[in-house]
């Protein structure tokens, strides 16, 4: 079996939606299933090099909602494969597909990955009406002919049914989802533990909460720096690490920011890391945190999960229940008060307590978030669902 994957970029800075694409691809890869991408990224660009998988970039130039670039690609690479995931919505890899699949016959299943939650609506009304002129044109019935819609959990489909008038008739469906597996063998994790070491000397054997995602407002990470500014007098051997890209040139206001509340020395902003050296510092963490006004699933929170740390999250994280139930961590409201009680009340607990919530964490990613019970999962949607004269 071959599956095509439709998304705008493979490019792990791009965040969740590129990881997670990459991670399942691996899976199926285990599982007998082949996968070639289709993207929006530049030809010849570094990131490129380094993909393990067949991929035909088609370039940023075309990024017109139809993009002829994309449906010319689809419609060559369609004849070859069984099935289609399209990762994503609002934009012109997700939208310009929409008329070779269906003209090559060939299924395809969608993860909106939480672009359809009414938060945006909320944020960007403008935005919204803009959005909702797409949603009839061409992006909703992309979900409409879908064989399967699928989402990340049970409250991320039922938001979704409040963000758009019209094509609401798609089979929407909860599936496994994942993030992957950051625990490694341990020359591994050595390497990795020096190389954070190195880039973060100033840490020595400090404890750390650690942020590590898009520096971006929907991570409230402003709402982070105050909260921290508010536990830190009481903690004076606890740092903040900020760890991510820094996508809209916001970092320099919240150093600014961290400043002005005179705990700049106890924030850190290391950039992006990736590999041995990201399992390193999610692994070294006292907790992880993630107090966004809006995440769909939030891989970085299973990651944490994956080396027994607990999370800290805001509520608008759709998979809070789950780990509210599980003992993983704790949730909040997406308030810096809010998210200064959390972090209060994790730092009150016992050290029993807080050991017994990190084998919680690892448990609650083994049996709700692992890559192989997700990749076994869109496996079973895909065979069921691809073109009858291709099955084998």
Not at 256 to 262: I, K, M, T, Y
């Amino acid at each position: 079996m071959k599956v095509l994957h439709l998304l705008q970029s493979i490019d792990s800075r791009e965040g969740g939606v590129a990881n997670y694409a990459q991670t399942i691809a691996h899976e199926l890869r285990q599982q007998g299933i082949d996968s070639v991408f289709v993207t929006l990224d530049t030809p010849g660009a570094a990131h490129l090099a380094e993909f393990p998988f067949e991929t035909y970039a088609c370039g940023p130039a075309g990024r017109a909602p139809l993009a002829p670039a994309i449906g010319a690609a689809v419609a060559q690479l369609a004849p070859g494969c069984d099935a289609a995931v399209v990762h994503g919505l609002w934009n012109p890899a997700a939208i310009g597909g929409y008329g070779a699949l269906q003209a090559a016959g060939l299924p395809w299943v969608l993860f909106p990955h939480g672009m359809l939650d009414p938060y945006f609506r909320r944020i960007k009304p403008v935005k919204h009406v803009i959005k909702q002129g797409y949603w009839w044109l061409w992006q909703g019935r992309m979900l409409t002919g879908a064989a399967r819609v699928l989402f990340t959990c049970e409250e991320e489909m039922n938001l979704a049914k409040r963000a758009f008038v019209g094509h609401q008739g798609y089979h929407g469906q909860p599936v496994a989802f994942c993030a992957g597996d950051l625990r490694l063998p341990e020359a591994e994790m050595a390497q990795g533990r020096a190389a954070w070491q190195a880039r973060l000397p100033q840490l020595k054997a400090r404890d750390y909460f650690l942020f590590l995602s898009r520096i971006h407002p929907k991570k409230a990470c402003d709402d982070l720096i105050r909260a921290f500014a508010k536990v830190a007098p009481a903690q004076p051997a606890l740092d903040l690490v900020i760890a991510g890209p820094d996508q809209v040139g916001w970092q320099a206001e919240l150093q600014a920011l961290a400043q002005d509340l005179g705990i700049a020395a106890r924030v850190h902003w290391p950039g992006m890391i990736e590999g041995a050296e990201k399992s390193a510092a999610f692994a070294g963490a006292l907790a992880f945190t993630l107090p966004s006004h809006q995440e769909n699933f939030g891989i970085v929170v299973a990651e944490a999960l994956s080396v027994d740390v607990p999370v800290l999250i805001s509520k608008q994280v759709n998979i809070w229940r789950e780990i509210d139930r599980d003992g993983a961590g704790i949730a909040c409201n997406d308030t810096v008060e809010d998210s200064t009680a959390m972090l209060e009340r994790f730092l009150a607990l016992p050290a029993a307590e807080q050991g017994a919530m990190r084998i919680s964490a690892r448990r609650c990613y083994e049996t709700r978030f692992s890559v192989a019970g997700a990749g076994a999962a869109l496996a079973d949607v895909l065979s069921q669902i691809q073109a009858p004269d291709r099955t084998p």
